[in-house]
C-alpha cells in the first residue's frame, strides 16, 4: 500500500475489525453493482470510497432530470449523458486508485453468467422484476452473495441472499414474478429521494461485511424500513426445500428473460383518446370495453359498460372476449392497459386498442 492509500483508509485500518488486513482484502475484492440508479448510486459511492479493487457497473441508460432526485452519483450536467459515463467520472474522482469495469448493456441471460463470474459478491440495485430474478438465480448457480435492496414510495427492504453460506435466495419467498403490470415501478408509484440512499448505503455496508468476514451479514434476516415511522422491522427467513433454484431439486438450472414488465413502448400500440370512446358509447358503436384494474378500483369508479378483468386473471379468461370485435382495454393510467394490449394482440386479438390515459384522463376531461 502507498503512502497515499494508507492515508486515504487510515480510518478503515485504524479499526482492529479491519486493520491492514481487512483492507487489503477490500482492495482486492470485486463487487458488481447492477443498475446506477437510486440504490447502485450510494452504493457504488461507499464501495468506491472504501477502496473496493474492482468495482463493476452495469446499466445501459441515459442520465435524465427526473433521475436526480436520487441518483446522486449523476448531476445537472450530465443530464444526457451515459449513466455509465457519468458514474466513472464521478466514481475515478471519488477514488482513483481503483479499478472500474463498466458494462453497458442490459442485463440478460445472454451475459448475466458471464459478468457475474468476474465479482465475488454482486449488489443488486436494479428497479425491475426481470433482472431481479435474473441476477439472483445466476447468484445462486455461481455460488456468490446476491446484497438485495428494494424501494416503494416510503419503504424500503434490503436483505443479502446467499444459500451457499445458509440463508434463502429470493425466489425461495417468491417463486415466480408476478403477472406483468400487477405491480406499479416507480415512475407510477413514486419514491421518497432520500429513500434509496438509505437502503443502497445499507446494501454496500452488507457487501463490505461479508468481504471483511466481520459481524453479521443480513442471510435469511429481511430488513424492511418505514421512512415515515422511522422504523426498522426485522424478519426472519428461511431457505424453501422445494425452492425452483436453490431447493434440493431445482427445476430451474439456467437463466430466463423474463418479459419487461414495465417497458411496453406505448407509442407501438394502437391507442384511442378518451374523446373517441366517448363518441363511440355515445353512437352505440358495437365493440367490447375492457377494465384490467382491480375490483376495489372499479368499485369506486368505472365507464359504464366495462367489464372487469384484472390483468392478473386476463391470460386464463380471455375466453370470454371475441378476438375478432373491436376491443379498447383501459385502466387507471395507460400502462397496465397496455400491457394488456400487447398480451390480447400475441393472443390473436385483431382490433384490440388501448384507452390513452385511462380512467384516470377519462374522469378529467369527460365526466
Ligand atoms: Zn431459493
Not at 415511522?229 to 438450472?253: A, H, W, Y
Request: hydrophobic residues 35%.
Amino acid at each position: 500500500m502507498t503512502k497515499d492509500q494508507q492515508l486515504r483508509y487510515s480510518r478503515h485500518m485504524i479499526m482492529p475489525e479491519v486493520g491492514a488486513e481487512g483492507q487489503e482484502r477490500l482492495n482486492k475484492a470485486r463487487v458488481l453493482c447492477i443498475g446506477a440508479g437510486g440504490l447502485g448510486s450510494p452504493a457504488a459511492l461507499y464501495l468506491a470510497a472504501a477502496g473496493i479493487g474492482k468495482l463493476g457497473l452495469v446499466d445501459f441508460d441515459d442520465v435524465d432530470l427526473s433521475n436526480l432526485q436520487r441518483q446522486i452519483l449523476h448531476g445537472t450536467k450530465d443530464v444526457g449523458r451515459k449513466k455509465l459515463d457519468s458514474a466513472r467520472d464521478r466514481l475515478r474522482d471519488v477514488n482513483p486508485t481503483i479499478e472500474i469495469q463498466l458494462h453497458e448493456a442490459r442485463f440478460t441471460s445472454a451475459n448475466a453468467r458471464e459478468i457475474v463470474s468476474a465479482y465475488d459478491v454482486v449488489v443488486d440495485g436494479s428497479d425491475n422484476f426481470p433482472t431481479r430474478y435474473l441476477s439472483n438465480d445466476v447468484c445462486v448457480f455461481a455460488n456468490k452473495p446476491n446484497v438485495y435492496g428494494s424501494v416503494f414510495r416510503f419503504d424500503g427492504q434490503t436483505t443479502v441472499f446467499a444459500p451457499h453460506l445458509g440463508g434463502p435466495c429470493y425466489r425461495c419467498l417468491f417463486p415466480e414474478p408476478p403477472p406483468p403490470g400487477s405491480v406499479p415501478n416507480c415512475a407510477q408509484a413514486g419514491v421518497l429521494g432520500v429513500l434509496p440512499g438509505i437502503v443502497g448505503t445499507i446494501q454496500a455496508n452488507e457487501a463490505i461485511k461479508l468481504i471483511l468476514g466481520v459481524g453479521e451479514p443480513l442471510i435469511g434476516r429481511l430488513l424492511y424500513f418505514d421512512a415515515l415511522k422511522m422504523k426498522f422491522r426485522e424478519f426472519n427467513l428461511r431457505r424453501d426445500p422445494q425452492c425452483p433454484v436453490c431447493g434440493d431439486s431445482p427445476t430451474i438450472t439456467k437463466p430466463i428473460d423474463y418479459e419487461q414488465f414495465c417497458g411496453v413502448a406505448m407509442d407501438e400500440l394502437p391507442t384511442v383518446s378518451v374523446s373517441e370512446l366517448k363518441q363511440k358509447l355515445e353512437s352505440k358503436e358495437s365493440f367490447q370495453l375492457v377494465d384490467v384494474r382491480e375490483p376495489m378500483e372499479y368499485e369506486i369508479a368505472n365507464i359504464d359498460g366495462a367489464k372487469l378483468i384484472p390483468l392478473g386473471e386476463l391470460p386464463d379468461r380471455m375466453s370470454e372476449l371475441d378476438r375478432e370485435r373491436l376491443t379498447i382495454v383501459h385502466c387507471h393510467s395507460g400502462q397496465r392497459s397496455a400491457q394488456a394490449v400487447k398480451m390480447m394482440r400475441e393472443a390473436g386479438f385483431t382490433n384490440v386498442f388501448n384507452l390513452d390515459g385511462g380512467i384516470a384522463r377519462w374522469s378529467d376531461e369527460v365526466e
